[in-house]
């Protein structure tokens, strides 16, 4: 075991603390699928059966918020038992969650999606009907603040969401690697300027933000029926569109193999249809490829070309569909 792993006395000394008493057993718990930036334990004390998370990284969030907000929601999350800001071994924060037993969802290319995607439009449009009173923002732990933490060139904290989304930042480093020409750059640049009237539009929302159509962040029984969404970690207050986009990255403008998902039955259970190749679709496409594709594909690769030729033609559509006003 590395050093940097807590190791299982480690482990019930945190859950001792949290809980007042010591649990009567506890074994390190891998999850199959899913992040890995907490070190996780499973409990047990007498029948009740719990899951301690210990984060990996001081400082870093758990959302707490986030899921207190679904909680009273009624969206199906964990019952939080508690909760420390800084009880790991090293002053990382650590959260005890009621063990929910269900199977992770994680498939690939040509095998069924593992749960009802409308079912999964309809807990989602849930999430994104929860407001948030406050700034464009990561929503952190509670009560959630003003943060340093950013993410991909964007964020951490603004009251425009146009400006939440630093293309400045992106236009340099791809036209540093000659991903970009200048004038592309420039044009990617620009970019939120150009769309500033539809961005505008957009109140701040509870967005999830991590995936949660798949790598374990969902939990479902063996019919396939979600028992419960987890991993706030990324939870954010922003444009609903932004999350959706990912939606249409994954499993419509990708053109390689995926993994099987029926888009309209999540869209129908969402119960709001959108346009992704409408300005904004197009513009939160090209956040997607610029702030994180682009930062991994290797552009001599099918997918590097594709990401790369693709941003360029979403520069030059966006020119094209400009306003007047805006040129």
């Not at 859950?15 to 008493?21: N, P």
């Not at 933490?149 to 009251?159: A, K, M, R």
Request: charged fraction near 25%; glycine fraction near 8%.
């Amino acid at each position: 075991m590395s050093p940097t792993t807590p190791s299982e006395n480690q482990g019930l000394l945190v859950a001792e603390s949290m809980l007042g008493h010591r649990p009567d057993r506890l074994e390190a718990f891998h999850p199959t699928f899913g992040g890995d930036d907490s070190h996780a334990f499973r409990l047990w004390v007498g029948t009740d059966q719990m899951l301690l998370k210990i984060k990996r990284r001081p400082g870093s969030p758990v959302g707490i918020y986030f899921h207190r907000r679904l909680r009273e929601a009624g969206l199906p999350v964990p019952e939080m038992v508690a909760f420390a800001p800084n009880a790991g071994p090293n002053g990382q924060a650590c959260v005890i969650w009621d063990w929910i037993e269900g199977r992770p969802t994680e498939w690939g290319a040509g095998e069924p999606c593992p749960y009802d995607e409308a079912e999964l439009g309809q807990l989602l449009r849930r999430v994104h009907d929860l407001r948030f009173d406050g700034p464009f923002c990561f929503l952190g732990d509670d009560p959630p603040s003003p943060s340093s933490f950013s993410y991909l060139d964007i964020g951490p904290v603004t009251d425009s969401w146009a400006e939440f989304f630093h293309f400045d930042r992106a236009a340099r480093r791809l036209f540093d690697k000659g991903y970009l020409s200048r004038s592309e750059a420039d044009a990617l640049a620009s970019s939120p300027q150009r769309l500033r009237e539809e961005l505008d539009r957009a109140e701040p929302r509870l967005l999830h933000m991590g995936d949660v159509m798949h790598h374990g962040n969902l939990l479902v029984d063996q019919r396939g029926r979600i028992v419960a969404i987890l991993d706030y970690v990324e939870s954010m207050a922003g444009d609903p569109r932004w999350e959706l986009a990912w939606f249409d990255y994954y499993f419509a403008a990708l053109p390689f193999a995926s993994a099987s998902f029926d888009m309209a039955r999540f869209r129908a259970g969402y119960q709001a249809n959108h346009d992704a190749d409408d300005r904004l679709g197009r513009f939160y496409l090209l956040a997607i490829l610029t702030f994180d594709k682009l930062r991994w594909f290797d552009p001599s690769s099918q997918k590097g070309r594709w990401a790369i030729e693709t941003t360029k033609g979403i520069l030059s559509a966006l020119a094209r569909t400009t306003p007047r006003g805006d040129q």
